[in-house]
């Protein structure tokens, strides 16, 4: 390691997680969530939804329908996604055809909540029910689902460039990582109240901006019109970052009635239909020496993007494909990808969108080649590291990497478990910075109040905003005050999520920091942090960011499996990740073991599986899988302090868990099963011992 590398070490234990917060409030029970808030003359929100996957309405009678409130959601974000292809559709509220099960088709309401549930009942809807798309792979010769589209295929790219060489070992595979559903905590919900004038929405979300911009659109709205205020987030996993037909909903019933209507997502709703994460398959083809050196990739990708198609769906095969060649120097790869229609719910970021996917697809293809070399698996990837910075031929620039992972294997202990049933993964998380974010300080009163584009979803932002602004204005930590996003408060914003709003966040600080001490000069001359904080700043900026900002990680995982019954248990992870400067150990710590928690779930328990007609086969928790703490494994963690090129020398690892721990995991039971294992989740049949 170079000398400006530390590491640290922190393991979850059953009596907690080490350095949390003192006074807490969330702990403390002090949180103010959606379901907290009461406004006088409140109405409840519930949707009508249908049960078909795919259907022509013919009748509706009762409730709101969407002849009466005719519109359609905009794909939130989609300029940062960069656009795409015309996509079908997706109305607030069906009027002529459902496409997913759990579509919203009628709207109703009432003061109290349990009559607004009944008033669901008395709705009528008659249906046409038509065949349903289920298998992505059929998109293709499949007749169009939305009337009107020539095709089911939502985006195609290729990247990189095709290539024909000869090489002594070819190898290929074929790899699926089905559906998961978010399941954060809290579910989703706001409450939204027009005033006559003006629509105040308060919002569980991840971005308050990309709500106002939804809510503008769909309610042909001026954004002098649109306020959204965040209350506590509790968690979002990527589900919080988009807009949905219930906020439309709710939005226009405020609109009629003039009266606050909040809507709460049931955990049965949010199975049914929240955006849905992963459902990717991949098809790889491995070029390489006797050796073990890659010479070149091919693969080829299938996303599914369900029914609508919001920006993620668009963006998300040429994002993937660029991952392909993970954090190893490889010099040739070509990929091709879509994402295509289905009639599922539709398909939204989850933790890692895009990188644990193509991380499965690679790291399960070094496994392959160590295997058909008789390599050690460490060994194979060694030998396609480099030990300088290298972009590879789709565009990922890639630090050195060989010093990592040297000292990765050596501080995993991997050496001495080499022979035992451990997998090993290794991999790049690129940080999704682009295009910058906004932040406002404001100094009265002896506070200096801080708003950020990126918002607080439970991963203890706050802490940001102190240790940067004592570092920049040298005013102590507890002056500082992060509030929550409000539009009216900070006009523009991008929000949180991909690992970004810790190196974004400290970017905007700064720079913002920087405009404080320039006026305070001008205003006070030499001046103490004291005389900052007597007297009144405001400075708003939109701190830009180009450069792409990615950072290594390393996983050993450890299972263990009763052949006879096909149950595999994770007994031991340890993480070895890049960090960069850690600017609360205790956030990262938790959003590691968290993680982790996540992608062992992805591998053994978690699914949105649907049936061949469509219909959802996960309609409560228990069948949803998240991991119980019962079976969670200890979780190491070791975290290298490489600081990073950008302001703050900070990297992104929130997601980093959900991208190293499915392959590690896979790996251990493969060898323990004795036989090559493609897809996530594994099910008991998969591990059963062969008659």
């Known amino acids: 390691m ?17 350095g949390l917060p003192e006074g807490s409030r969330f702990v403390a029970g002090r949180g103010r969530f959606i379901e907290d808030l009461r406004i006088e003359g409140m109405l409840h929100l519930k949707l009508v939804r249908s049960p078909h996957a795919r259907a022509r309405i013919t009748k509706l009678r009762g409730g709101i329908g969407g002849s009466e409130f005719k519109a359609n959601l905009t794909a939130v974000g989609e300029g940062a996604w960069g656009g795409g292809p015309p996509t079908a559709p997706f109305p607030a509220l069906a009027s002529e055809y459902v496409s997913y099960v759990g579509q919203p088709v009628a709207a109703v309401y009432d003061a109290d ?23 992505p792979e059929r998109a293709s010769s499949f007749e169009p689902i939305h009337p009107g589209m020539k095709t089911n295929i939502v985006n195609s790219v290729q990247s990189g460039a095709d290539f024909d060489i000869p090489a002594p070992v070819i190898l290929e595979d074929e790899f699926v990582n089905e559906r998961i559903c978010p399941n954060p905590m809290e579910t989703r919900g706001l409450v939204a109240h027009y005033d006559g004038s003006r629509l105040t929405v308060w919002a569980s979300t991840q971005s308050v901006h990309s709500w106002k911009g939804g809510i503008c659109s769909a309610m042909k709205l001026p954004r002098e019109s649109v306020r959204v205020i965040q209350v506590d987030t509790g968690g979002a996993f990527g589900c919080k970052s988009g807009f949905y037909p219930e906020y439309a909903a709710a939005c226009y019933v405020s609109m009629k009635t003039r009266l606050p209507v909040k809507w709460i997502e049931t955990r049965s709703e949010h199975l049914q239909v929240t955006g849905q994460g992963r459902g990717a398959r991949g098809k790889v083809k491995l070029y390489a020496d006797r050796s073990g050196r890659v010479l070149g990739l091919k693969g080829d990708f299938l996303i599914d993007s369900g029914a609508f198609a919001q920006g993620i769906a668009v963006f998300a095969p040429r994002f993937m494909s660029s991952q392909l060649t993970g954090p190893y120097a490889i010099e040739r790869a070509f990929v091709t990808a879509a994402s295509v229609y289905t009639n599922k719910a539709p398909y939204g970021p989850y933790r890692g969108q895009g990188r644990p996917e193509v991380a499965f697809f690679y790291e399960r293809m070094m496994d392959l080649l160590a295997d058909e070399l008789k390599l050690d698996p460490v060994e194979v990837r060694m030998r396609n590291v480099s030990p300088k910075p290298f972009v590879s031929p789709l565009g990922l620039k890639i630090d050195a990497f060989e010093p990592f992972l040297k000292a990765a294997v050596k501080e995993l202990g991997y050496a001495s478990r080499a022979e035992a049933n451990v997998g090993f993964s290794s991999f ?7 295009p910058g974010e906004s932040c406002r300080i404001a100094i009265k009163g002896g506070r200096v109040k ?24 040298g005013v102590p930590k507890e002056a500082v005050e992060l509030q929550p996003g409000d539009t009216d408060e900070l006009d523009q914003g991008i929000g949180s999520w991909g690992s970004r709003t810790a190196i974004v966040a400290t970017g905007a600080l700064v720079e913002a920091a920087a405009r404080i001490r320039e006026q305070a000069q001008l205003k006070l001359g030499d001046h103490t942090p004291d005389d900052l904080l007597k007297h009144e700043f405001d400075v708003t900026v939109f701190h830009r960011e180009t450069e792409q900002a990615n950072s290594f990680g390393a996983n050993l995982v450890r299972a ?13 992870c340890i993480a070895y990740y890049d960090a960069g400067r850690i600017l609360s150990p205790y956030m990262v710590q938790s959003q590691i073991i968290g993680g982790s928690a996540q992608g062992i779930g992805q591998v053994l328990y978690e699914t949105s599986a649907y049936s061949k007609d469509g219909q959802p086969l996960v309609g409560a928790l228990a069948d949803a899988g998240p991991i119980h703490s019962v079976l969670m494994p200890s979780v190491k963690v070791i975290t290298v302090v490489q600081p990073a090129s950008l302001p703050q020398k900070v990297k992104g690892v929130g997601e980093a868990p959900t991208v190293g721990v499915p392959p590690a995991l896979v790996r251990s039971i493969e060898k323990l099963l004795g036989r090559r294992l493609r897809k996530t989740p594994l099910e008991p049949e998969d591990l059963r011992a062969e008659p």
């Open 2 to 18: 170079s000398k400006r590398t530390t590491r640290t070490t922190a393991t979850q234990t059953l009596g907690g997680t080490p």
């Open 113 to 135: 909540p349990y009559r607004a549930e009944d008033l669901v009942e008395e709705v009528e809807v008659d249906y046409d029910p038509l065949s349903p798309l289920v298998d």
């Open 428 to 434: 790049v998380l690129s940080s999704a910075v682009q």
């Open 450 to 473: 801080v708003w950020l584009g990126g918002s607080e979803g439970g991963q203890d932002f706050e802490v940001i905003p102190k240790v940067i602004l004592s570092e920049e204005l």
């Open 560 to 572: 263990s499996l009763d052949r006879e019954t096909g149950e595999a248990r994770a007994e031991e």
